[in-house]
């Protein structure tokens, strides 16, 4: 079992940045590939970027392409997503989660994702 818990969340200006962080329980953290996801109100969850368990490999939505980066820190079991340039359409509650499975491929299914976290809520006013 995995536990996630998210912080970083708040209100930022637009043009802002943030630095969402997830840290997980359990010693198992490093062999999990991990993900980020959003749900704005009203709207689908949707992909927003995803790592391997090395950190080898990211993965990241059109959305947000160029504005953020994710990255982990395996010996703090700790997955971070670097959020800059925020629009207000970045708006939503940011969730992270991690994938038990070999392979990272579609990676930007949260069906694929076997624990989440509870969400941080981002809010980029105009």
């Known amino acids: 079992q995995v536990q996630l818990v998210e912080s970083g969340g708040g209100l930022v200006q637009a043009g802002g940045s943030l630095r969402l962080s997830c840290a997980a329980s359990?010693?198992?953290?490093?062999?999990?590939?991990m993900g980020w996801f959003r749900q704005a109100p009203g709207k689908e969850r949707e992909f927003v970027a995803a790592?391997?368990?090395?950190?080898?490999?990211?993965y990241y939505a059109d959305s947000v392409k160029g504005r953020s980066t994710i990255s982990r820190d395996n010996a703090k079991n700790t997955v971070y997503l670097q959020l800059n340039s925020l629009k207000p359409e970045d708006t939503a509650v940011y969730y992270c989660?991690?994938?038990?499975?070999?392979?990272?491929?579609?990676?930007?299914?949260?069906?694929?994702?076997?624990?989440w976290g509870q969400g941080t809520q981002v809010t980029v006013s105009s």
């Open positions: 989660a991690a994938r038990t499975t070999y392979s990272i491929g579609l990676y930007y299914r949260g069906e694929e994702y076997n624990y």
């Open positions: 359990g010693r198992t953290f490093s062999t999990y590939h």
């Open positions: 790592i391997t368990w090395s950190g080898g490999r990211t």
